[in-house]
């Protein structure tokens, strides 16, 4: 079964800095990796979706990493602000139906 | 709407009472998922509908729990005689396909559960 794990599990930082978040998993036959945001009594917002096949991808202050074979991916936050204080989870999709989750990292960018 | 909706947003029931929590998925979307995230654990699956039929209930946790899909489009999870254990948030997400798609799955706000 696919285990997802990310480190750490929480992260304060200031305003400013920037910094990466880390996800690995066990089986790196996915279909693609997704970063997600949840905020507090809020639901999940995809931030970026990389496809098995591609190695990276971009979104404004963020860039996502994949390294398939290794089983790692990297969330990448440049210049950090209050706003991006949340909970980031990985997800990974290694089956055909469902994502795997992991518990995810919950930064604090303190202004 | 434009996004996945859910509801009750919470709910809050006596141990040993049934419980319906609804999702609404993007209009469009054939594929509709259920997951559950309990205190300080993350995500886990629970189910996922083609249409209206589920060929993946493997992370259903017991026969206490089901779900259903009607036209399509709106689901119901059903939660039978509650335990405290069960406490938790209750997310739907759909997508365009579902399968072996490489896409994004949209989530909705969640349904929060507290079994007393």
């Known amino acids: 079964k696919q285990e997802v794990t990310q480190i750490p599990a929480a992260l304060s930082v200031p305003e400013g800095e920037n910094l990466v978040l880390n996800c690995s998993f066990t089986d790196s036959a996915i279909y693609n990796l997704q970063w997600f945001r949840q905020d507090p009594g809020k639901g999940l917002t995809s931030l970026l979706l990389?496809?098995?096949?591609?190695r990276e991808q971009t979104s404004g202050r963020l860039n996502a990493s994949l390294d398939k074979s290794s089983g790692r991916s990297t969330l990448y936050i440049a210049a950090s602000q209050p706003g991006d204080s949340a909970t980031y989870l990985c997800a990974v999709k290694s089956g055909a139906n469902n994502l795997f989750f992991g518990t995810g990292t919950r930064l604090t960018v303190i202004p | 709407g434009a996004g996945v909706s859910q509801s009750p947003s919470n709910k809050v029931t006596e141990k040993g009472k049934d419980v319906e929590l609804r999702c609404d998925p993007i209009s469009g979307h054939t594929a509709l998922y259920w997951y559950r995230q309990s205190l300080g654990q993350g995500l886990e699956f629970l189910i996922y509908?083609?249409?209206?039929?589920?060929?993946?209930k493997s992370g259903l946790p017991s026969d206490r729990f089901s779900a259903e899909r009607t036209g399509g489009s709106v689901s119901t999870l059903t939660i039978q005689r509650t335990q405290q254990e069960d406490s938790a948030v209750y997310l739907c997400?759909?997508?365009?396909?579902?399968?072996?798609?490489?896409?994004?799955?949209?989530f909705g706000p969640g349904t929060r559960l507290l079994v007393l």
């Open positions: 997400a759909s997508s365009l396909f579902g399968g072996s798609f490489e896409e994004t799955q949209y």
């Open positions: 990389i496809q098995s096949s591609q």
């Open positions: 509908f083609q249409g209206n039929s589920a060929p993946d």
